[in-house]
């Protein structure tokens, strides 16, 4: 498979242009919420979510890599395994959106605008900058291993967070609606699919650099 690649000048302004943008879109929502409700703390709930948490991850990495893009040996501290595992979550973010939630959403305003950063660009933004420069190191297969806890600590999370407030924080994670067999069966394709990604990606890069 031939890599493409950008040089150092233009994957710099890449990243700016979509660190900006994101940093852009959860500050001005925080900014827009506080406005309309007066106050901002309740706005952070909204963290509970796995596109929040996942978009502030990879907003943070594009943020360190404009700042270290002088200095190779720290940024590949969080390059490898690791942004391998942040390509993976905001693809779940995407995919997950866009074929299980995106026909229950339809915001307007502000908040159309939010939502297509935040479940769209943003992930294919990181999955290109992935493409683009994750050619340094070989990923090892049983990297999977560890990228599949956060997934599924943030499922018990909301199981355990539906327990006691009765909000699931999505229709597939809510066991009162679904019941025990019904959860299970979502649970267990929603992971089987994050597996399979994992590994697609480990085998994308283990092709693109092999010796």
Sequence with gaps: MKNITLSNTNLLIYRIIFAGLNWFTLIASAVIYAI????VLPWFNGFKAFTMQTNLIVTIWFTLAIIWYNKPETLDKISGPLKGAFTLYITITFVFFAVLLSSFYQPTGFAAFSNLVLHYITPIAFIVDWVLTETKVRYEWNYMLYWIIYPICYVLFAVIHGTF???YLYYFLDI???????????????????????????????KRTKN
Excluded: H, P
């Design 36 to 39: 309309t409700y007066g106050v």
């Design 176 to 206: 009162n609606a679904l019941g025990i067999f019904g959860f299970f069966i979502y649970i267990s394709i929603l992971i089987a699919f994050g597996i399979a990604l994992g590994c697609l990606y480990i085998a994308i890069n283990r």
């Design 165 to 167: 407030t009765g909000n």
